[in-house]
T-cell receptor, first 111, second 115 residues
Framework: KQEVTQIPAALSVPEGENLVLNCSFT??????LQWFRQDPGKGLTSLLL?????REQTSGRLNASLDKSSGRSTLYIAASQPGDSATYLC??????????FGAGTQVVVTP | EAQVTQNPRYLITVTGKKLTVTCSQN?????MSWYRQDPGLGLRQIYY???????DKGDVPEGYKVSRKEKRNFPLILESPSPNQTSLYFC??????????????FGPGTRLTVT
């Protein structure tokens, strides 16, 4: 069974610093990997979807990489802002479309 | 606007009182799924449906039922809710096909409290 781990569970950085969020998975036979953002008590906002044939995906200040062979994905957020404070979740898709989520990294960006 | 809707968004109920959380999508997606989110446990899949009249258990199906009579709707039924089903519930949908995996679109969530 796929296991998805996100370390650290929580992270606090000063405004302007770059954020590096890690996601590891045990089964490299994933199809897609997706990063989400979740504000407290709120729904999921999709940030980036990396297809299995891709190595990275970029959107604005966000860049996500995928290394299936090592079972890792990294989300980079450049020049963090207080509005980036949220919990970030990564999730792996299997061949049937099922998502396996990590527990998330809670990020606080201090002004 | 393409979207997944859930109702109700918030619900407080008592143990044993049957309830249904509705989920509807307007994207003509075949695949629909329910997840629950609990602190420290992340999101876990409850049930999923590959198409009309085709449903299957996810990782945590105990205490839940689903049905898929129409393509757009996938209700989650709690026949006899218990306090351990207090959680945040999400519905999701996507295009599908075995061996092909497409981005899932999530509803806004339903916060359920069972007292």
């Amino acid at each position: 069974k796929q296991e998805v781990t996100q370390i650290p569970a929580a992270l606090s950085v000063p405004e302007g610093e770059n954020l590096v969020l890690n996601c590891s998975f045990t089964d490299s036979a994933i199809y897609n990997l997706q990063w989400f953002r979740q504000d407290p008590g709120k729904g999921l906002t999709s940030l980036l979807l990396i297809q299995s044939s891709q190595r990275e995906q970029t959107s604005g200040r966000l860049n996500a990489s995928l290394d299936k062979s090592s079972g890792r994905s990294t989300l980079y957020i450049a020049a963090s802002q207080p509005g980036d404070s949220a919990t970030y979740l990564c999730a792996c898709y299997d061949s049937w479309g099922k998502l396996q989520f990590g527990a998330g990294t809670q990020v606080v960006v201090t002004p | 606007e393409a979207q997944v809707t859930q109702n109700p968004r918030y619900l407080i109920t008592v143990t044993g009182k049957k309830l249904t959380v509705t989920c509807s999508q307007n994207m003509n997606h075949e695949y629909m799924s329910w997840y629950r989110q609990d602190p420290g446990l992340g999101l876990r899949q409850i049930y999923y449906s590959m198409n009309v009249e085709v449903t299957d258990k996810g990782d945590v199906p105990e205490g839940y039922k689903v049905s898929r009579k129409e393509k757009r709707n996938f209700p989650l039924i709690l026949e006899s809710p218990s306090p351990n089903q207090t959680s945040l519930y999400f519905c999701a949908s996507s295009v599908t096909g075995q061996g092909l995996s497409y981005e899932q679109y999530f509803g806004p969530g339903t916060r359920l409290t069972v007292t």
